[in-house]
């Protein structure tokens, strides 16, 4: 699985970013996954010129050029911090 970020994964504000509380969620849930950080912050100045170019594989996976968004093995896609918290809750990673 493959959780597509902003890069506030790790660092940042904590659990107030959505990135953050996303890739917290999985952690929590146990699994293990790729972490894709994308540019094109939407609140920068300076990167809203590449914005598209940034996040065009965001836009074709998800519909959205918003991140957090979490692609599952199977080719799912989780759009929204809370719906991947949602569904990592309701699908903790089998211990075993």
């Known amino acids: 699985m493959i959780l597509y970020t902003c890069g506030q994964k790790t660092h940042g504000p904590g659990l107030l970013h959505p990135c953050a509380r996303a890739g917290k969620a999985l952690d929590e849930a146990g699994y293990e996954y790729e972490l894709r950080t994308v540019n094109g912050y939407r609140f920068v100045p300076w990167t809203r010129p590449s914005r598209k ?18 692609v599952l093995d199977d080719g799912e896609v989780i759009s929204d911090s809370a719906a991947i ?6 699908h903790p990673k089998s211990q075993g």
């Not at 940034?54 to 991140?67: F, H, M, P, Q, W």
Request: proline fraction near 4%.
């Open 85 to 90: 918290a949602r569904w990592a809750k309701e």
């Open 53 to 70: 170019d940034d996040r065009a594989e965001i836009k074709r996976l998800s519909g959205t050029n918003e991140v957090p968004i979490l």
